[in-house]
């Protein structure tokens, strides 16, 4: 049947291995690889090693850049063109970046050579040059290995670096020589996924950052970390807990998670509508979670570590945070559901913000404000939306308690996600809020209590989706509007605490690292959309 009906095309092709040291190099003109054989055999080299191949006369004319941050409203991934990037000025957001591949020109070091014009794939490990092709039609066997090992000899000389240019990105870097996990960071945010259990009930994760036990033990070639994965089923306060693995393969330097509950017990539902068990899911989309190592200067995510940049961060971070001494007093984050109360608890972090008296928070650190109004449950634009329309002003306030903690990674992270989420909202020609319905004088806040949700607001203020047509017009597409995002956490943070560790890196861990990380990547979503942020801390 298929010899009867088929149509045959024989294509020629080639294939070259040779090894320079304990360099190898592979060609193919069909661009099949062994990937599975080079997986298990040989490592990646990192780009520092595999930019060297590039010399201090280098002009860099292209760059593909990706955002390991963790998904959210963000460009991931970019490219960058001019005649020459290295004489265009940095931009502020280059540094939450990695340079994933480049294509320079390569004046030549000696006189009389001709220049040289290479793309260098910092990824895959791949680096090709351009040639003419009447060049090509004759490139011999003999005059790959002549090439392969003139890079050969670039890439094992340590005293070459890449030119300076690539220090304006973020360093992915090589495997630590002992990869200790501490910490997995589960990078699934509300809205974007939704999570059920086996019964088909929805659930909600105790902890997006879950402590690795410090034992491992090998399996199959990978050795793997204990965890527990705690979790709530919706409208419930009882907590159920999975046991998993976190599994890692020196071989193919890269993280799984491993475990047949997880699978089977918790799934996820995303776009695409089908449900898939967590521990497939996360396996299959890596970027969906990060592991912070022992050390606080490495992480991983996307099947690559990168280096936590502590340069500038105590200048940068420190002047981020504001210390309030009510914040390191509150209990709780909302306090308890009353029937009676016409606000939160005063010993709550809502109940602070919630204050807008000429001697309270908001008065503090905002002015006066012409609307307070909170819009916290489900999915929410921001706990509170404060807004000057004379001032053309307007603050997205999102709060988290700790729980006591003075530098808490998990409580962070959530809040984090929570404002990177919805930066949408803010951007020009950005999405409506969802629950504009309840932006009204006389929504309650809980069923069961007598909270409304309009704080403060005149009475000749438009209600629901008419208060977001003026705050649109008024402040957020104004010539001149100030926009701002404000995290304001209870016993989460302690702002001398984090200045401590970043003045001293024997003091730094591996919170240190993750706390770092999450506030500059927020810091510079921010910058890209014209946002100041805030940092609210004790």
């Excluded at 000696?110 to 490990?125: I, N």
Aim: a neutral charge; hydrophobic letters at 35%.
């Amino acid at each position: 049947m298929l010899i009867e009906h088929s149509q045959y095309e024989i294509r020629l092709g080639a294939m070259a291995a040779v090894k320079h040291d304990d360099l190898l190099f592979v060609i193919d003109t069909e661009g099949i690889y062994p990937v599975k054989y080079l997986s298990e055999n040989t490592k990646k080299l990192a780009p520092s090693e595999l930019g060297r191949i590039f010399g201090a006369k280098t002009i860099p004319k292209e760059v593909s850049l990706t955002n390991p941050w963790p998904a959210g409203p963000i460009v991931r991934r970019s490219t960058a063109y001019a005649d020459d990037l290295n004489a265009t000025p940095a931009q502020l957001t280059d540094a939450a970046y990695f340079c994933a591949s480049v294509r320079a020109t390569g004046k030549p070091e000696k006189k009389g050579l001709p220049s040289r014009r290479h793309y260098v794939g910092f990824q895959r490990g791949r680096i090709a040059e351009q040639i003419r092709s009447t060049e090509r039609s004759e490139f011999s066997l003999a005059e790959f290995v002549a090439w392969s090992r003139a890079l050969a000899k670039l890439i094992q000389t340590v005293t070459r670096t890449p030119p300076s240019f690539f220090g304006r990105y973020l360093s992915q870097v090589p495997p630590p020589p002992t990869v200790v996990p501490k910490y997995l960071v589960i990078n699934l945010f509300e809205g974007d996924i939704e999570l059920r259990d086996e019964d088909e009930v929805s659930i909600e994760l105790v902890d997006s950052i879950i402590e690795v036990g410090s034992n491992s033990k090998l399996v199959d070639g990978a050795l793997n970390y204990a965890f527990s994965l705690h979790y709530c089923r919706e409208g419930e306060t009882t907590e159920k807990s999975i046991e998993a693995k976190l599994a890692y393969d020196p071989g193919a330097e890269r993280f799984r998670i491993r475990g047949e509950e997880l699978n089977s017990q918790v799934l996820v539902t995303d776009s695409r509508g089908e449900p898939e068990g967590l521990c497939n899911y996360l396996n299959h989309n890596d970027e969906e979670f990060t592991v912070a190592l022992d050390g606080p200067d490495t992480y991983y995510t996307a099947q690559a570590f990168y280096e936590v940049d502590y340069t500038h961060a105590e200048r940068q971070l420190t002047s981020l945070l504001k210390p309030v001494a009510d914040l390191g007093t509150v209990t709780t984050e909302k306090g308890k559901k009353s029937k009676v109360s016409t606000s939160w608890d005063k010993n709550s972090i809502f109940g602070v913000v919630g204050d807008y008296k000429s001697s309270g928070f908001i008065s503090d650190y905002f002015g006066k404000p012409e609307l307070l109004l909170c819009d916290d449950m489900g999915t929410e634009v921001a706990d509170f939306v404060c807004a000057s329309f004379t001032s053309h002003k307007i603050a997205f306030i999102h709060a988290k308690h700790g729980k006591g903690r003075r530098v808490s990674a998990s409580a962070l992270h959530d809040v984090v996600a929570q404002a990177l989420k919805n930066l949408n909202v803010i951007s020009r020609s950005g999405s409506e809020p969802a629950h504009l319905d309840r932006w009204n004088r006389d929504s309650i806040w809980l069923p069961g209590t007598k909270i409304r949700r309009w704080r403060f607001g005149s009475k000749s203020l438009p209600t629901g989706a008419d208060l977001w047509h003026k705050i649109r017009f008024d402040i957020l597409d104004h010539p001149e509007p100030r926009k701002e995002i404000w995290l304001v956490l209870g016993k989460t943070l302690e702002k001398a605490k984090l200045v401590e560790q970043l003045k001293n890196p024997l003091k730094r861990d591996a919170v240190t690292g993750q706390t770092v990380h999450l506030l500059s990547g927020l810091q510079a979503a921010c910058i890209q959309l014209g946002v100041s942020l805030t940092v609210f801390c004790h």
